[in-house]
C-alpha cells in the first residue's frame, strides 16, 4: 500500500507506512473509549507531523492508496464519472 487518506473537519492529510486494517482498528478503539489523538501527516513534499482529536459525531474518512490499481493502465477511462471497475 502507498500510503492511507484520512478526511478530518474538510481537510486533507496522509499516513504512511501502516496496515489500512490496522489504523482501522486503531481508530475504532479509540472512538469506543471516547476520544483518541491520531497521529498524521500533513501538507505535501515537507510532511509536518498533525495530531488529530477523534471523538463521536465528528466525520472522518481513511481512503486506503495502492501502489497501483492491478490490471489497468494509467490512461483508464471514468465514463462514469468515477473510478475504473474492476471485473
Known amino acids: 500500500m502507498k500510503r492511507i487518506d484520512i ?3 474538510g ?3 496522509s499516513v504512511g507506512g501502516r496496515l489500512f486494517e490496522d489504523l482501522r482498528q486503531e481508530v475504532q478503539s479509540g472512538l469506543a473509549t471516547g476520544t483518541h489523538w491520531l497521529e498524521v ?3 505535501e513534499g515537507m510532511m509536518r507531523t498533525a495530531y488529530l482529536l477523534l471523538t463521536a459525531g465528528v466525520p472522518l474518512a481513511i481512503v486506503p492508496i495502492p501502489d ?3 490490471g489497468r493502465g494509467a490512461d483508464a477511462v471514468w465514463s462514469d464519472g468515477g473510478p475504473p471497475v474492476l471485473e
Open 7 to 9: 478526511y478530518y473537519g
Open 11 to 13: 481537510e486533507h492529510y
Open 41 to 43: 501527516n500533513d501538507g
Open 68 to 70: 497501483e490499481i492491478p
